[in-house]
T-cell receptor
Framework: GESVGLHLPTLSVQEGDNSIINCAYS??????FIWYKQESGKGPQFIID?????DKRQGQRVTVLLNKTVKHLSLQIAATQPGDSAVYFC????????????FGAGTTVTVRA | GAVVSQHPSWVICKSGTSVKIECRSL??????MFWYRQFPKQSLMLMAT?????????EQGVEKDKFLINHASLTLSTLTVTSAHPEDSSFYIC???????????FGAGTRLSVL
């Protein structure tokens, strides 16, 4: 079936380095994507979103890239900090009007001091 | 802005009892609220979509008589786990969105443990 998934389940990064988290999706009708950060025992926290009519969007220390040709989404975190350690989920809306999101499996990011 | 409050954060109950979880949007009117279930080290699984004043829409495989959802106002939705059993133990998370915006803002989650 169609799904949103991640290339790697875990990522270990040195503090201060840049992190890149990848996500693959298979639904070509998806027109909206979100990245969430979830810390242990907490609910997901919105990081950044992007619509399918864009290929790049920047926030504070984060950049989301969307490649619709290969159905690939990535989240780049600049100068990764210990507080960035968490599970990161990509989510997509399939273009329907019900506003439902489908979540990927999640990538666990661990920042090494 | 866009704060969603979920209560309680943690509940332990005996098998066969019912548990109610509240989800409130504190600073916006939530046109739609969603309820998710998350098992350890897994992703979020959508259980149901709740629109204010109408019946909830449940995802395939989710028992509507088991998981009662009420969305009585634009700022409050409740999930009641009826006749809870140990297999219902999980992390339940709600989210809310407002009109015209796709972003879902999440509550902090409720850890349910059924003995």
């Amino acid at each position: 079936g169609e799904s949103v998934g991640l290339h790697l389940p875990t990522l270990s990064v040195q503090e201060g380095d840049n992190s890149i988290i990848n996500c693959a999706y298979s639904n070509s009708a998806s027109d909206y994507f979100i990245w969430y950060k979830q810390e242990s025992g907490k609910g997901p926290q919105f990081i950044i979103d992007i619509r399918s009519n864009m290929d790049k969007r920047q926030g504070q220390r984060v950049t989301v890239l969307l490649n619709k040709t290969v159905k690939h989404l990535s989240l780049q975190i600049a100068a990764t900090q210990p507080g960035d350690s968490a599970v990161y989920f990509c989510a997509e809306n399939n273009g329907s009007n019900d506003y439902k999101l489908s979540f990927g499996a999640g990538t666990t990011v661990t920042v090494r001091a | 802005g866009a704060v969603v409050s979920q209560h309680p954060s943690w509940v332990i109950c005996k098998s066969g009892t019912s548990v109610k979880i509240e989800c409130r949007s504190l600073d916006f009117q939530a046109t739609t609220m969603f309820w998710y279930r998350q098992f350890p080290k897994q992703s979020l699984m959508l259980m149901a979509t709740s629109n204010e004043g109408s019946k909830a829409t449940y995802e395939q495989g989710v028992e509507k008589d088991k998981f009662l959802i009420n969305h009585a106002s634009l700022t409050l939705s409740t999930l009641t786990v009826t006749s809870a059993h140990p297999e219902d133990s999980s992390f339940y998370i709600c989210s809310a969105r407002t009109g015209g915006v796709n972003i879902q803002y999440f509550g902090a989650g409720t850890r349910l443990s059924v003995l």
